[in-house]
């Protein structure tokens, strides 16, 4: 199995940007699709972005389309969101998420297709 840590959370002002990273260990990581989640307090864990195996497949939530960026670097084991012009409702903490796929394009956005989950890391965005 892949074991994930999330790192690069905090805190920053609206309009600011933050850089989370996921690495990953135990496993091949460019055996699996990526996908990032957050859930603020009392709202169910919500899609972000996701990313295949290979790179170039991509997909973003609506809420953060134009502003995050998600990628990978599988020489090194990890995932990266980049999230520009944040807003207060982007606080949430965001989590990793990671499963085996054959197809090199694959992406999954549904929470229930994940096998493997982080521990998240708090992002807070003040107004």
């Known amino acids: 199995q892949v074991q994930l840590v999330e790192s690069g959370g905090g805190l920053v002002q609206a309009g600011g940007s933050l850089s989370l990273s996921c690495a990953a260990s135990g496993r091949t990581f460019s055996n699996y699709a990526v996908g990032w989640f957050r859930q603020a307090p009392g709202k169910e864990r919500e899609f972000v972005a996701a990313?295949?195996?290979?790179?170039?497949?991509?997909y973003y939530a609506d809420s953060v389309k134009g502003r995050f960026t998600i990628s990978r670097d599988n020489a090194k084991n990890t995932a990266y969101l980049q999230m520009y012009n944040l807003k207060p409702e982007d606080t949430a903490v965001y989590y990793c998420?990671?499963?085996?796929?054959?197809?090199?394009?694959?992406?999954?956005?549904?929470?229930?297709?994940?096998?493997?989950w982080g521990q998240g890391t708090q992002v807070t965005v003040s107004s």
């Open positions: 998420a990671a499963q085996l796929t054959i197809s090199y394009s694959n992406y999954y956005t549904d929470k229930s297709q994940y096998g493997y």
């Open positions: 990313i295949g195996r290979g790179a170039s497949s991509t």
